[in-house]
């Protein structure tokens, strides 16, 4: 069973908020069509971690370690997009 980590990180302004919301919303769609792939949330919003991942601007989306947005708020299709070439399916 695959494993996916998606880390939203910002302050928990309304853009982070909408982010995970995005995020959220597009792992439902990813795992209706992939049932064996799991998947944790999780949300930083600690400043000093920020740098960690690499953001220099929020909100930022983190999936499996790669830093695949920053300063915006991407649609719930393109994140399925990186979810399926993160799984590999």
Known sequence: INMLSI????????NCNRVEQ???L??????AS???VEAVI?????PLEFINYGVMKTPGLVIDGK??????IPSPGHIVDW???AAGV
Request: hydrophobic letters at 35%.
């Open 7 to 14: 880390i939203v990180i910002g302050p928990g302004c309304p």
């Open 22 to 24: 995005h995020a959220r």
């Open 26 to 31: 597009a792992l439902d769609e990813f795992q």
């Open 34 to 36: 992939h049932p064996g």
């Open 42 to 46: 999780e949300h930083v919003t600690d």
């Open 67 to 72: 830093l695949v947005s920053s300063g915006r």
């Open 83 to 85: 979810l399926v070439e």
